[in-house]
């Protein structure tokens, strides 16, 4: 699961409605690789207004990746030295093992061999 | 790229061993993957450089046909960890795992009725994250999972800030048309495949450019 991906996932257990805890989930006991991309500007400069940035940088810095600017950037378009970070943020770090745990009410999502499993027991959901 | 090459591209993209009744689990052919993607790309162009999401994807046929003709990204969505599985051999086969990720969810939920509805809770954040919305949706023909097409569609809506390509059951097509005209969507039947009973269909929203094509004979 690349950090792309877990930008757009939130807990959906029933009635884990606070908003301010279901997303983002946090990554715990992480296992990160690198996989090697091929940097596509384009994509960036098209997906950066669709990020959650606050949640992107918290869980960035909970994974030691402290180079995220705190505030949303402007122009990046024109920011080679932060594309190359959102590059490599997003789409190169990846993490093959590990889980998602819901800070409002505590639900585990696994992550393995790279994929996060938002499955739900019915009772749950 | 050729349709011809895609298809043929296409042909080692390993499927289901035993599809699953559950999940209305059925094949999507190189033949029906080239066709839907070939078109969408190159009458629509809404494919290549795009961000697709591929709901209930399976083994990948359509992930990888979108990556072939050049998509950016492609998120698949599937709730069956065997599929998943055989996806990722694939990806890795294709060397272009790099630029597909996979998500393991059940886009739906039933309420206290037993209908299936969709869960939106699950999607929130995922709403309009993605440029292109490409399926071949379980049909929903089988009993308790009426209305799981419609379900499929719902949810391409939701993601989707542009087209969606997805397969139906011809005897139901009135109705998603109608329902599509509801959602202010318009929607097109693309090509009527003989070999098998899925109709191919585009959805356009009606405030887009709406493009009026010829079906492809096959
Ligand atoms: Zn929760």
């Not at chain 2, 009426?146 to 109705?175: C, N, P, Q, W």
Request: glycine share 4%.
């Amino acid at each position: 699961m690349r950090l792309i991906t877990h930008n757009m996932l939130k807990c959906h257990v029933r009635g884990c409605d606070d908003s301010s805890k279901n997303f983002p989930l946090e990554i715990q006991d992480a296992q990160l690789e690198q996989i090697e991309a091929e940097k596509n500007d384009a994509f960036l400069v098209r997906m950066f207004p669709r990020l959650e940035w606050n949640a992107l940088v918290s869980t960035a810095k909970n994974l030691s990746i402290n180079n995220l600017p705190e505030k949303i950037p402007e122009n990046i378009e024109e920011d080679q030295a932060l594309l190359e970070i959102l590059h490599t943020v997003l789409l190169e770090t990846n993490v093959k093992e590990g889980r998602m745990v819901c800070r409002g009410c505590g639900h585990i999502y696994a992550i393995k061999n790279s994929v996060p499993n938002m499955l739900l027991a019915e009772h749950e959901i | 790229m050729k349709l011809k090459q895609l298809e043929s591209y296409l042909q080692n993209v390993e499927n289901f061993d035993e599809p699953k009744i559950e999940f209305e689990q059925y094949p999507t052919t190189p033949h029906l993957a080239s066709r839907i993607i070939y078109t969408a790309e190159n009458v629509f162009q809404d494919i290549q450089g795009k961000t697709i999401a591929d709901l209930g994807c399976g083994c990948g046929m359509l992930t990888i046909a979108s990556l072939l003709m050049e998509a950016d990204f492609v998120t698949g969505i599937d709730i069956d960890k065997d599929a998943i599985e055989i996806l990722q051999n694939n990806l890795d086969e294709y060397e272009i795992s790099e630029s597909a990720e996979i998500i393991c969810a059940n886009l739906s939920k039933s309420s206290s009725k037993k209908e299936l509805l969709l869960d939106t809770n699950l999607l929130d954040k995922m709403h309009k994250k993605f440029d292109t919305v490409v399926m071949n949706p379980p049909f929903g023909t089988k009993p308790g999972n009426a209305g799981i097409d419609m379900l499929f569609l719902e949810a391409a809506v939701y993601l989707s800030k542009g087209a969606i390509y997805s397969l139906h059951k011809s005897s139901t097509r009135d109705y998603i048309i109608k329902t599509c005209k509801k959602w202010g969507y318009s929607c097109e039947v693309l090509a009527q495949l003989k070999f098998d009973i899925p109709k191919m269909y585009n959805f356009h929203k009606k405030n887009s450019v709406d493009i009026n094509v010829d079906l492809i004979p096959n």
